[in-house]
């Protein structure tokens, strides 16, 4: 069974970074799907990055694509998202997600395992 656990996440001023990691084990797919998500107070969770380790290509929404980057590491089973030049709107509960056999790293469906969450407030 998928068990994932993040790490990160607290408060930052406008402008700055910020790095989450998560960490997942038990594993047993050849081929995984990662995503970040996140879910502001009022709003519906929403992907931000994912990543397919079968070509280990990433993909992130435009509202991040530029500031957010999604990388692996492979020893570690661990992946991290970088975050520059955050934003108010950036606030919300970071998430992120493991599946074997999602092939739309956007939907919230299929995914193995989800971490419990990090905040992640962005506020001077």
């Known amino acids: 069974q998928v068990q994932v656990v993040e790490s990160g996440g607290g408060l930052v001023q406008p402008g700055g970074s910020m790095r989450l990691s998560c960490a997942a084990s038990g594993l047993s797919y050849e081929y995984y799907t990662i995503a970040w998500f996140r879910q502001a107070p009022g709003k519906e969770r929403e992907a931000v990055a994912g990543f397919y380790t079968s070509d280990g290509s990433t993909h992130y929404v435009n509202s991040v694509q530029g500031r957010f980057t999604i990388s692996r590491d492979i020893a570690k089973n661990t992946v991290h998202l970088q975050m520059n030049s955050l934003k108010p709107e950036d606030t919300a509960v970071y998430y992120c997600?493991?599946?074997?056999?999602?092939?739309?790293?956007?939907?919230?469906?299929?995914?193995?395992?989800w971490g419990q969450g990090t905040q992640v407030t962005v506020s001077s």
């Open positions: 997600a493991w599946g074997g056999l999602v092939l739309n790293w956007r939907g919230k469906e299929g995914y193995d395992a």
